[in-house]
């Protein structure tokens, strides 16, 4: 692609970096690398910043228009990216909405679920959550056991799940469920989408390595949910699925990338502050990262020039999850090397770096080869579906 932007994008840009100066709340631009989504009020604040977003035509640009983004092109929509990492504001809250479940929708979706759906993901007022994992299905998704079975125009859903991110704060859960115990394991599941208030659904928190419950376990006891909700054919939830993830591990990736360039930006700016700039193994260990960084920036890219094309994810789509989680510990281990003892020091003592946000980066990017595949499962599927070795 050219990477030299035209009069009418630099326009654009300094139209959304003037945006952002006025706007990014103060509260959560000093928070922008490590935001709590475990918070109820931080999440609050959080979705009306996406909302603000939204009203100002930044949010999903990329989305087409009947959708309710801009269409907006590939360098509109990296310039956007670039300014939020420069102004640290934070990522959009609802991001398994907006990346996951929203293009799921626009190719599976009803045109009823897509009226219904889509508006209120790019406004947060429908927060979203992924439920996939069970206690016996993580890596082996396809093993899952939460039963959904018909009773007239309804689902009536049992089971558990876990690791469900945002289930306390969620208003809807995008949801996998058995649908035919008889059929092979990948070919008996359906893909339905669930409101959070219905009777019968126990959100109980899990408390983290970093404090704080993000995820949760969720059980599900004798849940009605409308036929209508169903996505994507009946028992062909798996396909459906697939879809999402790929959008979780390509594009939520390259989203998530505005987290990892702020704390990269935190970093330079702390090992000027201490004097540590002229030290030649951090500076060495710098210069690494923010390589790895602009690696995955052009990686991501490439990923949404396919998609703006009209094409979608594939499994090569891993090696961007992959990299960047490497990437993210490795910073995260940097940090803490850097800033010695005061890296352990939580949110509080005003000697606490960057207000206690390392230490939560410390300990939540301990999760980042575990979420949205683990990294040997990654490489599975990057050895066996991309570079064709064999599987054994
Ligand atoms: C912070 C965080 C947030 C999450 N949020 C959500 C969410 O919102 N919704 C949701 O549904 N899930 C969520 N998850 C769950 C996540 O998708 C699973 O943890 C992940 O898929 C791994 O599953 P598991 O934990 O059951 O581990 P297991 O599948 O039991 O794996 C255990 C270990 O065995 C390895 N392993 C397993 N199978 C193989 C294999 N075939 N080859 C090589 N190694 C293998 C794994 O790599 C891992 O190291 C979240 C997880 C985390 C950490």
Same mark, same amino acid.
């Given at each position: 692609?050219?990477?030299?932007?035209?009069?009418?994008?630099?326009?654009?840009?300094?139209?959304?970096?003037?945006?952002?100066?006025?706007?990014?709340?103060?509260?959560?631009?000093?928070?922008?690398?490590?935001?709590?989504?475990?918070?109820?009020?931080?999440?609050?604040?959080?979705?009306?910043?996406?909302?603000?977003?939204?009203?100002?035509?930044?949010?999903?640009?990329?989305?087409?228009?009947?959708?309710?983004?801009?269409?907006?092109?590939?360098?509109?929509?990296?310039?956007?990216?670039?300014?939020?990492?420069?102004?640290?504001?934070?990522?959009?809250?609802?991001?398994?909405?907006?990346?996951?479940?929203?293009?799921?929708?626009?190719?599976?979706?009803?045109?009823?679920?897509?009226?219904?759906?889509?508006?209120?993901?790019?406004?947060?007022?429908?927060?979203?959550?992924?439920?996939?994992?069970?206690?016996?299905?993580?890596?082996?998704?396809?093993?899952?056991?939460?039963?959904?079975?018909?009773?007239?125009?309804?689902?009536?859903?049992?089971?558990?799940?876990?690791?469900?991110?945002?289930?306390?704060?969620?208003?809807?859960?995008?949801?996998?469920?058995?649908?035919?115990?008889?059929?092979?394991?990948?070919?008996?599941?359906?893909?339905?989408?669930?409101?959070?208030?219905?009777?019968?659904?126990?959100?109980?928190?899990?408390?983290?390595?970093?404090?704080?419950?993000?995820?949760?376990?969720?059980?599900?006891?004798?849940?009605?949910?409308?036929?209508?909700?169903?996505?994507?054919?009946?028992?062909?939830?798996?396909?459906?699925?697939?879809?999402?993830?790929?959008?979780?591990?390509?594009?939520?990736?390259?989203?998530?990338?505005?987290?990892?360039?702020?704390?990269?930006?935190?970093?330079?700016?702390?090992?000027?502050?201490?004097?540590?700039?002229?030290?030649?193994?951090?500076?060495?260990?710098?210069?690494?990262?923010?390589?790895?960084?602009?690696?995955?920036?052009?990686?991501? %890219?490439?990923? &949404?020039? /396919?998609?703006?094309?009209?094409? *979608?994810?594939?499994? +090569?789509?891993?090696?961007?999850? !992959?990299?960047?989680?490497?990437?993210?510990?490795?910073?995260?281990?940097?940090?803490?090397?850097?800033?010695?003892?005061?890296?352990?020091?939580?949110?509080?003592?005003?000697?606490?770096?960057?207000?206690?946000?390392?230490?939560? %980066?410390?300990? &939540?990017? /301990?999760?980042?080869?575990?979420? *949205?595949?683990?990294? +040997?499962?990654?490489?599975?599927? !990057?050895?066996?579906?991309?570079?064709?070795?064999?599987?054994?």
């Amino acid at each position: 692609m050219d990477f030299e932007f035209t009069e009418a994008q630099e326009a654009f840009r300094k139209e959304v970096r003037a945006w952002l100066e006025r706007h990014v709340p103060y509260d959560l631009r000093g928070k922008a690398f490590a935001a709590s989504r475990a918070d109820r009020d931080e999440v609050a604040r959080l979705r009306a910043w996406q909302k603000t977003m939204y009203e100002a035509g930044y949010c999903a640009m990329d989305w087409p228009r009947e959708f309710g983004g801009r269409s907006a092109s590939l360098v509109e929509q990296i310039i956007l990216y670039q300014e939020m990492a420069r102004a640290e504001s934070p990522q959009f809250v609802n991001r398994g909405g907006l990346s996951m479940l929203g293009p799921t929708l626009m190719k599976y979706g009803t045109p009823e679920q897509q009226t219904r759906f889509l508006r209120k993901i790019l406004t947060a007022e429908d927060l979203w959550c992924q439920g996939f994992s069970e206690p016996n299905a993580g890596s082996d998704l396809a093993n899952l056991q939460t039963r959904a079975v018909i009773d007239g125009d309804a689902f009536v859903i049992n089971g558990q799940k876990v690791w469900t991110s945002m289930g306390h704060v969620a208003d809807w859960c995008f949801l996998l469920v058995r649908t035919d115990p008889d059929a092979p394991k990948h070919k008996g599941i359906s893909f339905v989408l669930v409101d959070m208030k219905t009777p019968g659904i126990t959100v109980r928190p899990l408390r983290q390595i970093t404090g704080e419950a993000e995820f949760n376990e969720v059980f599900y006891d004798n849940v009605r949910v409308p036929r209508a909700n169903l996505v994507g054919r009946l028992h062909g939830g798996w396909e459906v699925a697939i879809t999402t993830l790929a959008y979780e591990r390509d594009l939520l990736t390259f989203i998530r990338h505005i987290s990892l360039k702020n704390a990269l930006h935190r970093l330079m700016r702390l090992a000027r502050e201490r004097g540590r700039g002229d030290d030649e193994v951090v500076r060495q260990k710098i210069a690494g990262l923010y390589i790895g960084e602009q690696a995955l920036m052009l990686n991501g %890219y490439r990923s &949404l020039t /396919r998609i703006l094309r009209g094409g *979608a994810p594939g499994p +090569e789509g891993s090696t961007s999850k !992959l990299f960047w989680s490497q990437v993210d510990q490795e910073l995260a281990l940097t940090a803490s090397e850097m800033l010695g003892p005061y890296s352990q020091l939580k949110r509080g003592p005003a000697w606490a770096p960057d207000e206690g946000q390392w230490e939560f %980066y410390e300990l &939540l990017a /301990r999760a980042s080869g575990i979420r *949205a595949g683990t990294s +040997e499962i990654l490489r599975n599927i !990057l050895g066996e579906r991309v570079l064709g070795l064999p599987k054994d």
